[in-house]
């Protein structure tokens, strides 16, 4: 087949806003970095209820749409530390409830608007709330500048480092599992995603610790010294393992819809769970690893 210039260049340069609106996001201060994760949040949740629709061949109301988002939104905003302030208001002491409150009204009205509800698909958009609102919510949370103990080490981590090393390590992840399995890949790791090989999985996994528990000390601290290197490591592990569960669940939604992109926001790269769907379901067990070294501490 001949190679497709306009596509290549079509997914190039997508590829090249994306990475320059992420960086943007996560590297300037803490306000893009919530409003980069704001967009991302609606951005999923109007996919999630595509795929939910199709998956129950159903159809939400507008306002039940709306409704399910800003109760989620307002879970997120719950999550937000003290350094999301406006003047003297905390984003979660006085946003927070109003929000989850509209957002309660409005998913009220929508069912009473839609007819009969069915109560499948309804479950399915409820757990939405915890799929994705739950989890950026979460990734606000481990933005704040954080000092943690372990393994009898003191750290001092600027805010955004937690989830730039998040991140980081899926995109090794998936960069180093695509390599891999390109060049020694055999056995497929699931039925789900074909493409993907358990020795591309294995692969990716062991250079996404090893590649991020060099690279981003390097970076952020210009050190790696063991205990840098343990503790990056260990953040790659866990976001690399259950990133690669996150992506697998999200194929099956889209396999379940009949469809091959979440969106196509993105040309050429889909929508933004295909984007994020790794970071989806790495991030609570990241947040959760991080819980409990401080309640070790």
């Given amino acids: 087949m001949a190679f497709n210039w306009q596509t290549f260049n079509t997914r190039a340069l997508t590829a090249l806003v994306f990475v320059a609106v992420m960086l943007a996001g996560l590297l300037l201060n803490h306000w893009s970095f919530f409003l980069l994760f704001s967009v991302i949040h609606f951005g999923c949740w109007w996919e999630y209820f595509k795929l939910t629709e199709k998956n129950y061949q159903t159809g939400f109301h507008i306002y039940t749409k709306l409704g399910f988002m800003l109760l989620g939104y307002g879970l997120m905003l719950w999550f937000c530390g003290d350094i999301f ?57 481990l933005y704040p500048a954080t000092d943690l103990v372990f393994r009898d080490s003191y750290f001092v981590f600027k805010a955004g480092f937690l989830p730039i090393l998040i991140i980081a390590a899926i995109w090794i992840n998936d960069t180093m599992a695509y390599i891999v399995g390109s060049l020694i890949g055999k056995t497929p790791l699931s039925k789900v995603s074909p493409k993907k090989t358990w ?44 990133g690669t569960a996150g992506d697998l669940l999200e194929s099956k939604l889209k396999r379940l819809a009949g469809v091959k992109d979440s969106g196509s926001i993105m040309p050429g790269h889909g929508g933004f769970l295909d984007r994020f769907d790794s970071l989806l379901i790495a ?5 959760g690893f ?7 501490a």
């Fill in 85 to 141: 302030q406006v003047g003297t208001y905390l984003l979660r002491d006085n946003f927070s409830m109003p929000v989850s409150v509209a957002g309660f009204i409005l998913t009220i009205i929508g069912i009473f608007r839609q007819g009969p509800l069915h109560l499948h698909a309804f479950g399915a958009a409820l757990l939405g709330i915890f799929y994705i609102s739950m989890s950026w919510g979460m990734m606000m949370s």
């Fill in 199 to 242: 020795e591309g999985t294995i692969g990716g996994i062991l250079l996404s610790v090893v590649v991020t528990g060099l690279l981003l000390p390097r970076i952020y601290f210009g050190k790696n010294d063991t205990p840098l290197f343990m503790f990056a490591g260990a953040i790659a592990l866990i976001a690399a393992i259950t």
């Fill in 283 to 287: 991030v609570p067990f990241v947040w």
């Fill in 290 to 296: 991080i819980q409990l070294i401080n309640n070790q």
